[in-house]
């Protein structure tokens, strides 16, 4: 894959939105959402990830999967930035319900209302759910 | 498949890389370039060394062109360039490299 | 943009979490989702409001494959076909399926 290689040029960008409403470890889900991000990125699209119920579990701190033999993915979310991923979207109203606050994540993300997340939903042209 | 270090065996997968991370050692891309034909420099242990890091704090093979970036920023930008890392790792920098490291090919790599 | 649910509104909250983000667009019951859209069922209250507007939409084949006559759904719940689904994305895409 070359790093030169500018799919802008070859069609129009697509927003994508990857919305995550599980939490983490129970099931694959949010895994399997994380490697379809990250091999979404190699595309030049425009990208960005919702959290909302369960999922905003996904980026709370101090998570650690070794002790369940478990591949330890939330670490992962700190290189998004890496791959030039940084438009994360929380939800507001999913955080409060769960007692969390956004000093809590993992990484820095824009805290969003459940109006505007609807909003950023209807704007994309594709929304991938997990 | 299996290699072969210091008596011990090492599952690797059918293109090579090792299973089990926990059970690299330097030893490990040394015999992996050996079989390659190829000799480890200073260079090349800089990038290994590197993706070590990388995953150690992110959980993943960074992909060709997060090396390419990072690279250049941690070692300077003359290095921080596809030419210099086909130059070390001519069966392509993320996924070669990632291998003698004992990682696991980067998410994305075909 | 086209929201589906496929799960029933008793198992889980995906019903509830795409109702609450379903601002003016348009709800299409699936598979297990379609319980959601039975008149005598607790769960067909929460539907009344985008219903009322045509807004919600059931999946024939689901709901025959269930035992759910036509007549048993709530007011304003428009059924559609296999077709009908694909008419539905292509007219109010994108879809975002609340798994």
Known sequence: MSDEANWEDAGAVKRFMFVNRKAPHGTIYALEALEVVLISAAFDQDVSLAFLDDGVHQLRQGQDAKALGMKNFAPTFRALDDYDIDKLYVEAESLAQRGLSAEELIVPVQVVDRERMSALMAEQDVVMSF | MAIQVNGTTIPTDEEGYIEDLNLWSPEVAELMAQEDGQELTEQHWEVINFLREYYDEYQIAPAVRVLTKQIGKRLGPEKGNSKYLYELFPYGPAKQACRYAGLPKPTGCV | ?99
């Open chain 3, 1 to 99: 943009m086209l929201h589906t649910v496929n799960k029933s509104p008793l198992q889980t909250r995906d019903l509830d979490s795409c109702l609450e983000h379903l601002a003016g667009e348009r709800l299409l019951l699936i598979e297990d989702g379609v319980y959601a859209a039975v008149a005598a069922g607790e769960a067909s209250a929460k539907l009344r409001g985008p219903a009322a507007e045509g807004r919600v939409y059931a999946l024939g084949p689901d709901l025959e494959a269930r035992g759910i006559g036509h007549d048993a759904l709530a007011d304003g719940v428009e059924v559609v076909d296999y077709a009908g689904f694909v008419q539905l994305v292509a007219e109010h895409g994108p879809h975002q399926a609340w798994l």
